[in-house]
């Protein structure tokens, strides 16, 4: 069975500053999706961000970017610049098709922003 | 606007009192599914949907059950809610084998007393 495990249940950063959320997941497949969402105090699941396995290019969006390492299967969420509202809980999760297109999700980070 | 509502947002109950949490989509996605979000565990579905009236069991399905009479709507039924089912809960929706990405309702915070 896929799993998706995120070690930090909560990290700090500065505001303006640079912050990494892991994440590593298991899975005998090969062709799969993994997604980062983030989850603020409205409880609202917002996508960050997605990256196909297929590429080996990582995915951007303005100031998140991600770190895949397919052989590592590892997936992690890079913030630059970080600002008060991206503080929130993020959830990274693993989707693939064949599972009834069922997204398995870590259990989540706290990320708190400091000014 | 593109989007995935559901109703109520917030629900208390008492155990046994069977309710409805209903799901709407306006992007005329094929694929439907219901999370329930706990502490510490992330997000587990519940049932999803690839298509009207095909629904299939996901990951947590004791307690619930679910119907696909028509494309953009997916309710989630209680029949007899019991307080482990306090939870929030989340519609999700996403187009199909194409589009794995799914978009997610706003949530629905339900206790059972």
């Known amino acids: 069975a896929q799993t998706v495990t995120q070690s930090q249940p909560e990290m700090s950063v500065q505001e303006a500053e640079t912050v990494t959320l892991s994440c590593t997941y298991d899975t005998s497949e090969s062709d799969y999706y993994l997604f980062w969402y983030k989850q603020p105090p409205s409880r609202q699941m917002i996508l960050v961000i997605r990256?196909?396995?297929?590429?080996?290019q990582n995915a951007t969006e303005n100031r998140f970017s991600v770190n895949f390492q397919k052989a590592a299967k590892s997936f992690s969420l890079k913030i630059s610049d970080s600002q008060l509202g991206d503080a929130a809980m993020y959830f990274c999760a693993y989707g693939h098709m064949e599972y009834g297109n069922k997204l398995v999700f870590g259990a989540g980070t706290i990320l708190r922003v400091k000014s | 606007e593109a989007q995935v509502t559901q109703n109520p947002r917030y629900l208390i109950t008492v155990t046994g009192k069977k309710l409805t949490v209903t799901c709407s989509q306006n992007m005329n996605h094929e694929y439907m599914s219901w999370y329930r979000q706990d502490p510490g565990l992330g997000l587990r579905q519940i049932y999803y949907?690839?298509?009207?009236?095909?629904?299939d069991k996901g990951d947590v399905p004791e307690g619930y059950k679910v119907s696909r009479k028509e494309k953009r709507n997916f309710p989630l039924i209680l029949e007899s809610p019991s307080p482990n089912q306090t939870s929030l809960y989340f519609c999700a929706s996403s187009s199909g084998w194409e589009e794995e990405t799914q978009y997610f309702g706003p949530g629905t915070r339900l206790l059972v007393l």
């Open positions: 990256q196909e396995a297929y590429k080996q």
């Open positions: 949907s690839m298509n009207v009236e095909v629904t």
